[in-house]
């Protein structure tokens, strides 16, 4: 891979590390986990939900503890968590909220237990001025039945 490339990620349940580790893999490129502190979210996907809709609501999104790095040194970073509500998790979204300014081209790739819904274009209105291109998303983990759709995607870093 000729320029280099940054995998940012939240996961919540595990699925969207599945996915970043194969990106990870397949680019070689450095990996980020997004952490919050532990009772920003349950284990229960319904009240985990009730939780980020009040923090988007309220403005309050999660603090990460994650320490982010210097980003000038990346052309192309990788941006993954779940879909929730049709949107980015609400720690993908402090991210974005703390890396405005940056000049690398924002790719989002998600993962969702059923429809993504309206998720690029909700990336994209929190992203803000951050430059942002293809996305590609994957429902559950199951990365060995979209190896060709991931190759293919790779491909257009």
Partial sequence: MASKVLIVYYSWS???ATLAKYLQQ??????????VPEQTFSSDMYD?????????ASGNLPHL????????????????????????????????????????????????????GAYEQAFKQ????????????MAGDNVAQKKVEISAWLTTL
């Fill in 65 to 116: 503890t994650t320490v982010i790095p210097d980003l000038t040194g990346y052309e192309t970073i990788l941006v993954g968590g779940p879909v929730w509500s049709a949107a980015p998790s609400t720690p993908v979204l402090s991210f974005l909220k703390q890396v405005q300014g940056s000049r690398a081209v924002f790719r989002p790739f998600y993962t969702d237990a059923g429809t993504p």
């Fill in 48 to 56: 985990t939900s009730g939780r980020a809709k009040h923090q988007v």
């Fill in 126 to 137: 929190a992203a803000g001025q951050l430059q942002v291109k293809q996305e590609f998303g």
């Fill in 26 to 35: 397949a680019t070689d490129a450095d990996l980020l986990a997004l952490r």
């Fill in 14 to 16: 595990g699925h969207t």
